[in-house]
Every structure is written in C-alpha cells, then in structure tokens.
C-alpha cells in the first residue's frame, strides 16, 4: 500500500508509527508539506524527537523528518523545533553534537535566504517573529553570515543612530549577535566610548576567546584606570557575566585559574548553608537537621582577604607571595546549616572592646547606635537564660563574646550562628539630621532580631527542616522583647500585635497558607481526634466591670470533633451592656459579636475620652470587625459605626491597625465605589490632624510624629486638597533657601512627593531644576508625583521627545526608569492612557 496513515493530534496522547509509514510521511513532507496541517507537521517533529530519546525508532529517521524544514514558512512549526532544540541544549556542549548543529544551521540558513534578514513591507507579524527565532539561535551557534549580518547592523547604528534605527523587539538580538562577530578589543573600547553605556550587559556575547580574556582583565585588573565612566557593581556584573557564559572554555578558564589571585581582589563572598541542601553544594553530607557534626575548617585565600566563620582563628599560614591559609579552631557538635563563612576585603574598621566589625567607616551616630543594641541585646539574654547558668553549653560559648560584622550586599538581613552574627551594611546606616526617628527603631529590629536568632540556633536545632519555622518565629517574637530594653516595653509588645499578629492572622485566610507541619497518620488520626479535647482560656471583661489588666476568665472545652455542646456561656450582669472577649489579643483568634454588641462597643468607643478600653482590644476591634466585614458576617454600616471612634483616636498602635486594614482594601480604591468610604476616613484623619495638626512640635514623642506622617502620606495619596497644599507650601521655601527653611528630619519624601501632586508652574519649576542639578538621581523619582493629567503628559512629551535645550540631561537608563514609573503609576488615567497609545510609534523605537 503506496499511501501514508496519519492519526489526528486532537487528543492528548503520542503516534508512532512502523518504519515504513515513518518512510512515506517524510517523503511527502519534502514533495509538499502543506497538504499535512500545520499542527500535524509540529506533532510530527515533537513525536518523532520524543520516540528517538525513547529509543523506540532510529536518530536518521528524525533526521529525515526535519529535513524538510528547509522550506518550511510557517511559525508554529519552527516554534515546535525551537522548543525541541531547547530540550537538546545540552548536547551542543559537547563535540558531538557538530554534525547535527551544522544540518540545523544548513537549513535554517536557507530559510532565512528565502524570507530574507530584513523585515519586509509585506511580511506579517508570524514571518517577522520566525525571522528572529531562526536568527537568535544560528547567531548562538555560530552562522558566520547571520553574526556579520548583525555586526553591520550595529556599526551603521552607531554611526548613525537617526538614520540607522533598530527596529522594535530587534535590540537584544542586534547587540548581541553583533558583538559576537567583533573580534578587535579596540573596535569594543570604541563601542563603549558611546554615550549609551547600557550597552556594557551586552559584551558577555563576544565569543572570541582572546576578546573574552581581555575583557575580564580590563573589568577586574584596576579597572577604574581604564573605565572610569563605569561603576565598580557594573564591572563586576559583566565579570560574573563572562564567568558564567564562557568558562567552559578551556583558554578562558585558564585564564581566570591562572590570574584568580588579581581577579579576586574587587570581590567578596559570603556563603551560607542554611537553605535546604545549601552545604552540600561545598562538601559531601547528609545536610538534615538532627545530623551533627564537628567541623574542623581550614580556607585557602588571597592575602587581602579575612576570614569570618562560626570559631575564632586558630593560626594562619603564610603559603605564598599572595596567598595564606586561615585554620579556625574546631567547632562544637552542630548541624551543617549553622555554618557560615564570610571571605571579605581587609579594608575594615574593627572596634575590639565590642567585637564589632564594619566594611566602612561608620559615623559616630550609626557607631555608638550598634554598640549599645549590641550591648543591650546581650544584657537581655543573660538575664534571660540565668536559670540555665550551670548548662555547660552556655558556659562553653559565652555568647557576650560574639561578633557583629556588617557586610555590604548580604543575601539575607541577618545571618550567622555560634558567636558570629552577620547583618548587611545598608540596614545599620543612621543620620540623625535625615532619618526619621522610626529610623533608629528599624536599626534595633535589625540587629535584636539578627542576634536573637544567632541565641537560639546556637543551643536549639530542630529535627527537620519543616521544624525551622518555630525558631524564626520565637526569635522574632523575642526580639521585641529585646526593644523593650531601649523602648517602652509595652508599646513594643503592642507594636508586635499590629506588625506581625494580626498581619498573620490575615494572611492565614487570604493567601489560604497551608499548615507548616502535618503529622496525621491516615489510619489512626479519627481515632486520636475522637478522643481529643482541650481547655481553651478566653479571657473577657464587660461595660460595667470593666477589667482589661485583670480580665475575668473562663475556660472553653473544646468538643468540636465529639459532637458535644462546644457553645461557651458567660453570665452578664447587665444585658444592655457590652462585652468584650479575648482582651489584648492574648489569643491567636478571633472574636465575632452580634450587632446590637459591636454598636453598644461603637457608642462607647465614641464618648469614651479617658480610653477605658485597652489599646489592643481597640485595635483587635478594629481588626476582627473588617474581617468579619470582609466575610459578610456584620454589616458594612455597623462597621463604619465602630471605626468612627478614630476621630479622637491619635495612639499610633490603633492607627497601625487601620493602616494594616487600607492596605489590604487598596486595590478598592482604584474603583469609583470607593468614594463614600474613602470620604468617610479623609474625614476621620482631617479630625485627627487638627488635633495634633500639620507641623511637628517639640512636646511630640516619636509615636505622635509617626501617627502624624502616617496619615498624611495617606491623606495626601487618596486626593486630600489640603494635606497636598500642606506640603507644597513646605517645599517651596525649601527649595528657595534650605537653611532658612528646613525639612524635618525624615519628612523629604512627603514633603517632595505630596508637594508635586498639586503644585503650580513655578514651584513644577523650581523643584524640576533642583531636581535634575542633585547628584543624587534617586531623586528622579518624585517627578512622578504629579497628579495632573495635562502634567504628566508634558512630562512624558519631555522625556519621548526630549524638546528641551537644558545643559544637563539623562542618561537612557533614566529616561527609561523614568517613564516606566510613569506609566506604572498613571497610565490607569484615560487621558494618560489615551496620550501614550497615540505615541506609541514614537515611544517604542528608544
């Protein structure tokens, strides 16, 4: 039989065939392949690769198959191979896979002969992105004519960007592809000399083995007497770069082997073994948890570099002209996730009285801040761990001893165990005359949370890596103990409750986060919970006995699983009073009322001045109401009846809570049926504020010029005319002469950005000029704040089209962040919208 069978690709499954139809189906492929449906010649390809890995038909007959891909137009199919040459990358590592590479390349060449290597007029948009997929992977493995064909685009585009402009989408591929090419590290030097300095991401493609050489030692040997224009992250970047693409080539790897001690002396490294196979990456281990081990560490490293570990150096041995061995002493029994080794620059201040270790030289503010956290965390725990003064463990590590080491770039906030604790740079920095005094807060968190975990993983390991949770959660809970040593110890605990309590809970439901550790037993777990029951405490005070430091209590037998009464019965005194259970959160769930009691709350609430009820139990009200709102449990006017009580309500705790509650409902406010409510609290924040007012004054502690910040950024952000003109009245002067008018500390974000959103043509003015004469760009970022349409259109026309003759100008990268952010933050507008899909020709080509 002369005729070929082909079974449909409808269902979800795979045809192989016998030979002899395999024979008559490539065969007629190469007579006329478009008689066979396009997704039957891309089943075809993905079936036939899918039986030669299978090994149930032979490689030449995939081979035969494909071949007639030479005349193959059509996008999906080449999508097909695409993904197939995708899965086979691997394998072009290797030396045998040239053949096949070469038949790939022969095949896509003549295609791309045939559709041509530029775009046409008539070409629609499935032959254009065929094009680019057969270009980006024949220029990757090497086709001469599509690299050269890359390179002179490039070249005419530098000489002339005008009139040579790169086509949209076409960008990565012309860079790169053209770098390949380029075989004369002069010819790259003249490149980088251009004023698009965004281009330096794309020298990783050269594929010249001498160009890749020469590039590493320009990055890496003294590189700022050779780039000046580029910073030292962004050599180090394209290092990094070349290293990962292009060492396993053998000239290249022998170069950076053989010059690693002059690479080195720009980087810094700082490993860590604690996510879930982390060690064995280094060494041969088991890496679980309940196995330990003594750790006897020697590091063999350049001589500008020291060495932080878990146990002090032992010696140091000189091995040559630049390179030394530190040998650290022996370590106690320890699981292999609490091993961490820094290898960082010499260049440190070191203060020893404190063990205390910095990669800069720390102001006297940032300085004297670490050492007495430093000392108070300490103080803490040996108080809190007196009564295990005769444990020899505790004895043998002297944890008073253990090391601070601010390390710059750190993956994590705080790392580290077993007397070292390792914290990032950027989270001790401090300026008393800039930072907000929450700033000093943020730094004790930094450092309380970060010694706290080093605390309990030195004396507790878990069992399991699903075990880890409770140490992280118990450190974090201790930690704000530990603030109570530099702050009011109540209102840290407070703090607690709003930034982590209720913030759990919430996320509980909504991101529906799955138990931490399940150890049901499939068989016998009904039988244990039939015959489960537990006490539960709830504590509750009422309108007329009103005891929230000595609450009444009441224990609840939980009979859920029984089938036994479960309901809980509390005999009130007065029925027309309120009741309020669970008082200062103390119990991790929630409390729902009925109506007549959540309104005889919110009355109270309202006249009560003296604040009768507990901080937390008025945050927990505010908190387990929305809740309840949110599942339809309570009425949406019984809500906004009990919040009305924030009017007189100026404790930052219970304005955090609020805060917690708009954040979660933020995405509401983009929809118009958000006025009456978004109203309702502008008008309960404009009561607060003309209580506390605008200005800070000297009598204010810092939780009355938190609360203050905190709803203006929020008043001003949903729209308030007021709040916004607050702050353009602060910035003008400001700007005008800033020593006669300066801006509290920690208040330039408000003041920039709020001030913008309504401000006129002169002070639009007055702030574009500061802004672009700063040195510090990141400033760039309040000219998004406008809250103009027309603005923000002249704003984009600026930056697109750049009509300006201004001296100093930006740099593409700003240009381009500076739109993204625009449009990110405005193109929900209609006439934004409407203005950046009308210029888009225009937008797309830079």
């Known amino acids: 039989m002369e005729h070929w069978i082909f079974v449909s690709a409808i269902g979800y499954y795979r045809v192989n065939y016998e030979y002899n139809n395999w024979v008559k189906i490539w065969k007629y492929l190469k007579e006329d392949h478009r008689k066979i449906h396009v997704l039957n010649r891309a089943q075809i390809i993905d079936d036939t690769y899918h039986f030669v890995m299978e090994n149930e038909i032979g490689y030449e007959t995939f081979e035969n198959v494909i071949s007639y891909l030479r005349k193959e137009r059509d996008f999906i199919v080449w999508n097909s191979m695409m993904n197939i040459l995708h899965y086979m990358s691997p394998f072009f590592n290797y030396p045998e896979s040239k053949r096949f590479k070469e038949k790939m390349l022969k095949i896509m060449r003549h295609v791309l002969d045939k559709i041509e290597y530029d775009e046409q007029p008539e070409d629609d948009e ?14 990757k493995h090497g086709l001469a004519e599509c690299r050269n064909n890359a390179r002179y685009k490039l070249v005419a585009h530098f000489t002339d960007p005008k009139e040579h402009k790169i086509l949209p989408k076409w960008k990565d591929w012309t860079y790169c592809a053209g770098f390949m090419s380029i075989s004369d590290h002069e010819e790259i030097l003249n490149v980088l000399y251009k004023p698009n300095k965004e281009i330096l991401k794309y020298l990783i493609c050269v594929d010249e083995d001498h160009l890749l050489q020469k590039l590493v030692e320009l990055a ?27 060492a396993k080539k053998q000239k290249v790897l022998d170069f950076i082997l053989s010059n690693f001690d002059k690479i080195v002396q720009g980087l810094s490294y700082v490993t860590t073994f604690e996510p879930r196979k982390g060690a064995q990456y280094l060494f041969p281990c088991w890496d679980e948890p309940r196995l330990k081990a003594t750790f006897n560490i020697s590091i063999e490293h350049s001589a500008i570099y020291k060495v932080f570990s878990n146990m002090e150096e032992e010696k140091i041995v000189k091995i040559g002209k630049d390179t030394k061995r530190t040998i650290l002493k022996s370590t106690p029994v320890m699981s292999t996730y609490l091993l961490t080794i820094v290898l960082t620059k010499l260049k440190y201040s070191y203060y020893p009285e404190e063990e205390i270790w910095f990669s800069y030289t720390p102001n006297n503010e940032t300085l004297e801040l670490v050492k007495v956290i430093n000392f ?20 043998k590590l002297n944890m008073k001893n253990s090391t601070i080491v601010a390390v710059p770039g750190l993956p994590l906030k705080a790392m580290g165990a077993w007397q070292n604790i390792f914290l990032r740079k950027s989270d001790l920095l401090y300026d008393k005359s800039v930072d907000f005094p929450g700033r000093v807060l943020d730094i004790w968190k930094t450092i309380s949370y970060g010694k706290t975990r080093q605390y309990i993983q030195s004396f507790v390991s878990p069992n399991h890596w699903s075990h880890m949770w409770f140490s992280r959660a118990l450190a974090l809970y201790l930690s704000y103990n530990v603030l109570g040593k530099g702050f009011n110890k109540e209102q840290m605990m407070q703090l607690f409750v709003v930034q982590v309590q209720l913030p759990a809970m919430h996320n509980d439901i909504v991101l529906k986060v799955p138990p931490i550790l399940s150890t ?34 009441i224990q609840w037998l939980n009979n859920h699983y029984t089938g036994w009464n479960s309901f809980l019965e509390l005999t ?75 009017r007189n309500e100026i404790d930052f705790i219970v304005w955090h809570s609020m805060m917690n509650v708009l954040h979660y409902i933020s995405p509401f406010f983009k929809f118009p049926e958000s006025t009456d409510f978004k109203d309702l609290i502008m008008d309960i924040m404009d009561d607060v504020l003309m209580q506390i007012e605008y200005n800070e004054k000297t009598a204010d502690d810092n939780m009355i010029k938190a609360t203050r910040l905190l709803l203006l950024n929020w008043m001003c952000n949903h729209g308030h005319n007021k709040c916004r003109q607050a702050a353009s009245n602060k910035l003008r002067p400001y700007i005008k002469n800033a020593v006669e008018s300066p801006i509290s500390p920690g208040w330039k974000n408000w003041v920039y950005c709020a001030g913008l959103m309504n401000a006129d043509y002169e002070l639009r003015m007055l702030a574009k000029d500061e802004i672009l004469n700063k040195k510090d760009k990141n400033m760039l970022q309040y000219m998004t704040c406008y809250d103009n349409d027309v603005w923000i259109q002249e704003l984009l026309t600026w930056i697109m089209f750049k009509p300006r003759d201004e001296k100093l100008s930006l740099d593409d990268r700003q240009e381009m962040d500076l739109y993204r952010t625009i449009v990110k933050k405005h193109a929900r507008k209609s006439n934004v919208l409407d203005f950046i899909l009308k210029n888009m020709t225009q937008i797309l080509p830079g």
């Open 376 to 395: 108070l965390t300490d103080y803490f725990f040996v108080q809190y761990t007196q009564k295990y003064s005769d444990n020899s463990k505790l004895k």
């Open 220 to 246: 890496t040997f003294n590189p700022r007497d050779t780039w000046t224009e580029f910073k030292v992250a962004q050599l180090r970047k394209l290092y990094h770069g070349i290293v990962k693409k292009h």
């Open 520 to 553: 049901d037993d499939p068989i016998y777990s009904t039988l244990i919970y039939k015959k489960d029951k537990w006490p539960v405490p709830v504590t509750y005070t009422t309108q007329g006995k009103h005891r929230f430091n000595q609450p009444a209590s």
């Open 126 to 139: 499935m032959v254009r992105a065929m094009r680019l997929l057969l270009l980006d992977w024949s220029c």
């Open 572 to 646: 009130l005194d007065n029925v027309t009073e309120w009741v309020i259970l669970n008082l200062q959160q103390i119990g991790y769930y929630r409390v729902q009322y009925d109506n007549r009691n959540w309104l005889r709350i919110a009355r109270f609430l309202k006249k009560d001045k003296q604040k009768t009820i507990h901080v937390l139990s008025r945050v927990q009200l505010i908190d387990d109401a929305y809740y309840f709102l949110i599942q339809g449990t309570i009425d949406y006017k019984v809500y906004c009846e009990l919040i009305d009580f924030l």
